[in-house]
């Protein structure tokens, strides 16, 4: 992207930046106004709570990674972060910006930055729409995981003194590692936000009936909107798992279009016995051992897979029948609950 197209996009996604719009962005910003809609409280109060130390001021010289799976609800609690900041009157709030790695255009179409421009944003961010500011600066990077040589410019950004606070679904150790190695001794910290289990639904409401909670749980899983949504509509509605599923797509997949997720998911789901077989797994989806292997270590680095119990979350069992319906079947209560970790 040419720097005038990424000034767009900040401009667009750092409301904050103006006067008139410090506090009342809160108010129309898709992830909070969304969350407002459907609303699990336990989940936000667990997010804020595990964020607090951020929304308490800027952290000069630090990384905190947000690690956790597609649809946990990492952007949203980013931004409780970033309404905090904004809101202190301590803290200019052209210090925040904010770089939506995943994010629409004009035409309201997905697009995604590459590592050349979370670099140059990074790097410079006057020259990429940000305005100047005395101080140091608070990049918030939204899904950075997927992004070529991310640790590199995370690391840059930290060794000039800035604040770097980032989310991602995807965190290969590998990189991780490099991180810690490429910025000062103690300055990572890697935060997690996790989808809600069966036994936690169940202290959150002990007057509920624990068999029909159990019913519930394993067709909407533990991810907040679901949980949410299901409360209010009577199931998970198509929107989010559609946004679920193309994040996950690309976290997994890369572009990739040989093995479209739904045939992936329901081919985990069909070949798990005690353990994840790779070789059973390529029969069925007629790819190599050693490609589905790149599969399975992309799904565990996605928190999506546990390599021996099974995907992490009820509602991902039910993802190829709810996105292909014609092709697929939603697996039994009984297979869901034995093979969801």
Request: glycine share 6%; with cysteine; aromatic share 2%.
């Amino acid at each position: 992207m040419r720097n005038n197209e990424l000034a767009q996009v900040l401009r667009a996604t750092n409301p904050w930046w103006s006067r008139r719009r410090r506090a009342s962005w809160v108010l129309d910003d898709p992830e909070l106004t969304t969350r407002d809609a459907h609303e699990w409280p336990l989940a936000t109060a667990t997010a804020r709570a595990v964020l607090a130390d951020l929304a308490a001021g800027p952290r000069p010289g630090t990384v905190t990674l947000v690690v956790g799976p597609r649809g946990v609800g990492k952007t949203t609690a980013v931004k409780d972060v970033v309404a905090h900041l904004v809101a202190d009157p301590a803290v200019d709030p052209r210090r925040v910006v904010l770089v939506p790695v995943e994010h629409l255009d004009e035409d309201d179409r997905p697009r995604r930055m590459g590592g050349v421009d979370v670099a140059a944003v990074l790097r410079l961010p006057t020259r990429t729409g940000a305005p100047a500011c005395d101080g140091a600066r608070v990049l918030v990077v939204d899904e950075v995981g997927t992004v070529p040589r991310w640790p590199a410019a995370v690391a840059e950004a930290c060794r000039r003194g800035h604040q770097v606070l980032a989310t991602t679904s995807v965190l290969d150790p590998a990189d991780l590692a490099a991180l810690r190695a490429a910025t000062p001794c103690g300055a990572v910290q890697v935060l997690h936000l996790r989808p809600a289990t069966f036994a936690e639904l169940v202290t959150a409401d002990p007057a509920a009936d624990a068999a029909q909670v159990r019913a519930a749980f394993l067709r909407h899983g533990g991810l907040p909107r679901a949980i949410a949504e299901h409360r209010d509509l009577g199931d998970v509605g198509p929107a989010f798992v559609e946004r679920v599923a193309a994040g996950l797509h690309h976290d997994v997949c890369r572009g990739e279009e040989r093995c479209p997720l739904d045939r992936l998911l329901a081919a985990v789901c069909a070949t798990t016995d005690r353990f994840i077989e790779p070789a059973a797994l390529a029969t069925t989806l007629g790819l190599t051992t050693c490609e589905v292997g790149v599969l399975l270590e992309r799904l565990e680095h996605a928190h999506a897979l546990d390599p021996r119990r099974g995907l992490v979350d009820p509602l991902l069992h039910r993802l190829p029948s709810l996105l292909a319906p014609d092709r697929h079947t939603a697996p039994s209560d009984a297979h869901i609950a034995a093979f969801s970790s």
